[in-house]
């Protein structure tokens, strides 16, 4: 059986990568670090991700992007990100 964290990964991906283009993207479940917090059966997340599509813009905007990307998951299943977004000139 699969987590529903892994699930929710998953999808996290996927709209991350359909959107975005990244070059690099690592997603992790950030949940074992909030227990007893109640989150309505909704995920805590890390993302970094490496991406040129970012290129130019704040790092506000940058935000913007990927809770755009991710919409119809932050009103289902995800709770709180922790976002950390560049381009591969910052990465290096």
């Known amino acids: 059986m699969v987590a529903a964290g892994s699930s929710v990964m998953a999808q ?4 991350l990568e359909r959107e975005l283009a990244p070059s690099a993207l690592e997603i992790s479940d950030d949940g074992a670090r909030h227990a007893g917090h ?3 059966g909704r995920g805590h997340f890390r993302v970094a ?4 599509a970012f290129r130019g813009h704040s790092a506000l905007e940058r935000h913007r992007m990927v809770y ?3 919409a119809p998951l932050l009103k289902t299943s995800v709770h709180a990100l ?3 977004a560049r381009t ?3 990465n290096d």
């Open 82 to 84: 922790n976002i950390t």
């Open 49 to 52: 991700l490496v991406s040129e």
């Open 68 to 70: 755009a990307a991710l």
């Open 88 to 90: 591969a000139d910052e």
């Open 38 to 40: 109640a989150a309505a």
């Open 12 to 15: 996290m991906r996927a709209a």
